[in-house]
C-alpha cells in the first residue's frame, strides 16, 4: 500500500500540470466591435450601428459586394473573408459613433485589430495604399491609417497618427519627401506580409487629445510590438459625429476579423488576440 502511494505521488510529479486557461474578462470588456465577414460585410458585434456602408456620388449607401470586392468561402483567417481583387473605389466604412471607437477631444484611446494576407510588391498598384483608415470630418484635422509607401522597394509599411496639419507640417511638406523622424508614424523598411501566410496588426493609441498625459500609438504584427508614435503632440479636431472606420483605400489583397476595442490594448493582450483559435467572436459578450 505505501509502496503504490508512492508511485502516485512519482507519477503526478513527473506528469506536467495544465497550462492555466487565459483570462479574456479584460478584451471582453473592452471589444467595441467585430466584423467577421463570414455572413456578410455588417458587423456581428457593435456598440453601435453594424451596418457597412460606402460613400458613393449619389451618396452613403450600403455596401454591396462586387467583382473588386468579394467574399470568400473559408478562404479568410477564420472561416469566410474578404478579398479586395484590384485597386477601385469600394471602401467600405463603418461609423465610428455610438460606443464603436469612442472619440472625444479629451482623452481618447482605442486599438484596431485586422488579419491581412497579400504581397505588397506583386499584389498593390502603384501609389499609396491604406488597408484600415480612421477618418473625421476633414483630413486637416486629423487622420490615423495604416499604410504601404508608394515608390519604395521593397514597399515600406506604416502605422500613421497625423494630428492637425498645423501641429506635425506647418510648412507643408510632401509626406512622401519626409524622413521618417518628420513624420508621426511607424515606419517599417520590411514587414511579415506573403500570400501564403496571413499577418495579424493591431494599431492603439492612447491620451490622444489628452493635456495632461503623454500621449502615444503603438503598431503590434503577429503579437509584438513593432514601434511607436511618441514625443508628438496628437491633438485632433474632429467632429466627433463623423469618424469613420474605413477599408481598403487602394488596398488589393484578403482582409479578416477586424475588431475594435476601447482602450489601448497592453502588449500581453495583443498576443492574446493574436492566439485566439477562433478569433474575435470568442470575445462576444
Known sequence: MKLHSTCILLVATLLPLAAPAQNLDGLKKALTFHASFDKGLDADFSRGEKGCFVRTSKGVVPAALNDRLMLVPVAGRFGNGLHFTKKGATRPQFSGTGGVLNYNDQSWSASVSVWLRLDPDKDLAPGYCDPVQIVGDDFKKGFIFLEWSKDDAPRHFRFAIRPLDQIWNPNNIDWAKMTAEQRPAVNLTTAPFSREAWTHVVFSFENVNDKTKKPVGRLHMNGKLMGTIENWDLTLGWNPESVLLVLGAAY???????????????????KQVFELKAGVRELHP
Open 252 to 270: 488589393v489583397g484578403h482582409l479578416d476579423d477586424l475588431a475594435a476595442f476601447d482602450r489601448a490594448l497592453t502588449d500581453a493582450e495583443v
